[in-house]
């Protein structure tokens, strides 16, 4: 056996049915699995689907065989699983992963999972279990993994046998699982990286991931420690090029293990923010990266700062990973201490800033004395208690990002394309995902909720939560995009995510939601766009009516219509700082028209209520919306107060005092906002 073989086959475990098919002859054998935390199991979905509802009510069903023991444990989350326990499934879809708790085998040795997204095209080793060949014993392969798209890989030079599906794929030169065989197409095999992971924190009681992940690295900080020749660490710096740049993976185990006593981060905006600092402190100071990633531990953190490119020219790789890891540890320490240290976090910090203090040595000066800078609070018993929220992040007090959904016009199919980016600052975009293709308009909540969570979470940062801009066509503006829930992707039933659990929460009511005019925003800006704003943003504001009719006699078929002209001239006309204001909807009819008078006019304020025309309290909604303006002051005002309002208006105890703005809807349209007008909406991924 090679030396990977010899440490995985104890981590290898069989995946049968309890009871006969713990027997290595017997003919309930499922598939494979592999321990990565002790008495945690990962494998395919589909691979424990095998058991039926016992499995899916999450009953201890699952039976698992290693060379330790025999056990049953339970399936803890999975992806995809049946809506109902009973129902069957015949296409198991990406990512086909789940986690298993087998609380009999906690002495089982654990694999190394990278903390990195795979280096692809990468020489990899493939194991698991199967009976291809008569005998039901362990089976290794050696190929290449090429990638698929993000979700998977394509596995060429070796194609897994029956049998072997969920078993692990470790890249060869590394040493770390990198994915799990989900098993074989025409003429290749598919694996699932195991950032896979990531869909699974998501799911309803994905925290435990947490401690999944804490162990694991708990697990190879002990066996390391232990001093046996048969553990992960040992047999890495075998494999491992002398010289090669990064954290020796002995130096690694240390770190990992100590990051892993630390409260986890809050979300991955939380880890970017830090990996973004170092960057630009090692690299570039205006160093951004092209590519975002999705972590969800500090480890992930770590594993985003190899290979760093040498934009100054003053260090080699291998100086710039270690002060790049280095700092960022420092970093990591220092913003648990500001925003969520306790008491039973004082030791581990504590034993981190120790390690760091020793280890900053590496470093070089610059960056050393920056780390002990970091560091000196901490190891000073300075820092006895967290600082008020507001001083926490005094030099970045808004979210990391704001996310762009940007809807373009339908094709002759009617199918609007979309993408879906981060807005830094309000001025650089960085796209994450989208269609050319597009959907239909009764899709777009389906399709776009899942790139939407995602996005959300990379732009949240701590405590300050990233807003919406919808960038959308005139006909969308009534899309109730406030009132979208973003359920994971594949659940059928709605119902099962309380509306006022946080993730699951209507978006307006938690977050800043606000639509932009797609169309005015691909011309040239016109004078009266940036006048108007300049005098939305110095304040005060004023409502004007949005239709001059609509004050008095609301949406009375019999009532005389405004006419264009005058509309023109009277929104045109209207005093520094107004806002047209609407008690109907905007994305057809007459709404529709003066919609477009009031952008025409420069117009970059609008409030409306995007829930129909038969309302017969318009002149009570004109009053009410010009005193909330006034009391807003100017644009960043109605920015900020517009999420409260909503939260206002869905409470019955408010209904006399907000009950006017249920449904209401904002456009939010600086002059100066991307894109303007140059790209075109376009997927950065691969489509299947």
């Known amino acids: 056996m090679s030396a990977v073989q010899g440490i995985v086959r104890p981590s290898l475990a069989r995946i049968v049915e309890p009871g006969g098919g713990y027997e290595q002859h017997g003919d309930h054998y499922w598939g494979s699995g592999f321990f990565i935390a002790p008495g945690w199991l990962l494998t395919c979905a589909h691979v424990v689907g095998k058991g039926g509802a016992a499995v899916w009510r999450s009953e201890e069903a699952v039976g698992v065989v290693w060379q330790g023991g025999t056990a049953t444990g339970r399936v803890v989350l999975a992806k995809p699983r049946p809506s109902v326990p009973e129902g069957n499934r015949s296409r198991w879809e990406f990512p086909d992963i789940a986690l298993v708790h087998v609380p009999g085998a906690r002495d089982a040795p654990c694999v190394w999972l990278s903390e990195r997204p795979p ?24 190929g290449t993994a090429q990638a698929l798209d993000t979700r998977a890989l394509l596995l060429t030079g070796v194609l897994p046998v029956e049998g072997v599906s969920g078993g692990p794929v470790i890249d060869r030169e590394s040493g770390a699982v990198i994915a799990l065989v989900k098993g074989v197409g025409r003429s290749e095999g598919a694996a699932v990286p195991v950032t896979a992971l990531h ?51 002995d130096l690694r185990v240390h770190l990992y293990g100590r990051l892993a006593e630390l409260p986890p981060p809050g979300g ?39 290979d760093l490119p040498d934009i100054r020219g003053t260090a080699n790789s291998r100086e710039l ?181 946080p993730p699951y929460m209507p978006l307006g009511r938690r977050r800043v939601v606000v639509i932009r005019d797609r169309r005015r925003n691909g011309r040239d800006v016109i004078p009266e766009w940036r006048r108007l704003w300049n005098a939305a943003v110095d304040g005060p504001l004023a409502a004007v009516p949005l239709r001059d009719e609509a004050v008095t006699s609301g949406h009375a078929p019999s009532v005389r219509r405004e006419s264009k002209p005058a509309a023109f001239g009277r929104l045109m006309g209207a005093e520094r700082g107004s806002v047209p204001v609407y008690c109907g909807h905007v994305g057809h ?43 807003v002051g100017n644009a960043a005002g109605l920015r900020d107060r517009i999420q409260e309002l909503r939260v206002h208006a869905s409470t019955p105890e408010r209904a006399a005092d907000s009950g006017w703005a249920d449904g209401i809807a904002v456009l939010f349209d600086p002059p100066d906002r991307p894109p303007y007008g140059t790209e075109a909406v376009s997927p950065p991924t691969i489509e299947t």
């Open 199 to 249: 869909e699974l924190y998501d799911l309803p009681g994905g925290d435990v991931l947490h401690t999944v992940m804490s162990e694991h690295d708990r697990h190879h900080l002990r066996r390391y420690r232990a001093g046996g020749p048969d553990d992960w660490t040992r047999t890495q710096l075998k494999l491992r090029t002398r010289g090669a740049p990064g954290l020796t993976p």
């Open 268 to 306: 991955p905006g939380e880890v970017m923010d830090l990996v973004h600092e170092v960057k630009c402190r090692v690299l570039a100071d205006d160093y951004r990266s092209p590519i975002e990633y999705d972590p969800r531990t500090w480890r992930e953190g770590a594993g985003l700062l190899h």
């Open 321 to 501: 990973d270690l002060d790049a890891v280095l700092l960022y540890a420092a970093k990591v320490a220092r913003h648990t201490t500001l925003t969520r240290r306790d008491a039973a976090s004082a030791d581990a910090l504590r034993d981190l800033a120790d390690w760091l203090a020793y280890g900053s040595g590496m470093a070089r000066g610059p960056i050393a004395e920056e780390i002990a800078l970091a560091l000196a609070p901490i190891l000073n018993g300075t820092d006895t208690q967290a600082p008020p929220v507001a001083s926490v992040r005094e030099n970045r007090p808004q979210a990391r990002a704001d996310v762009l959904v940007d809807i373009g016009d339908p094709g002759y199919d009617n199918r609007y394309p979309w993408s879906v980016k981060l807005l830094y600052d309000g001025r650089d975009v960085s796209p994450l995902d989208g269609s050319d293709r597009g959907v239909p308009r009764s899709k777009l909540h389906e399709t776009l909720r899942g790139p939407l969570a995602a996005a959300l979470r990379l732009g949240d940062s701590g405590e300050n939560l990233a807003a919406v801009e919808a960038l959308l066509p005139r006909q969308l503006f009534d899309e109730p995009l406030d009132a979208w829930r973003l359920i994971p992707d594949g659940a059928d039933d709605d119902e099962a995510y309380d509306e006022w659990d």
């Open 589 to 631: 009819g007459d709404g529709f028209a003066a919609m477009a008078t009031a952008l025409a006019a420069g117009h970059p304020l609008v409030l409306w209520r995007r829930d129909g025309q038969d309302h017969g309290d318009c002149q009570e909604f004109h009053r009410r919306a010009g005193g909330f303006l006034a009391k």
């Open 119 to 142: 280096s692809i095209p990468a020489e990899i080793s493939l194991h698991g279990w199967s009976r291809e060949t008569g005998d039901l014993g362990v089976r290794d392969g050696l």
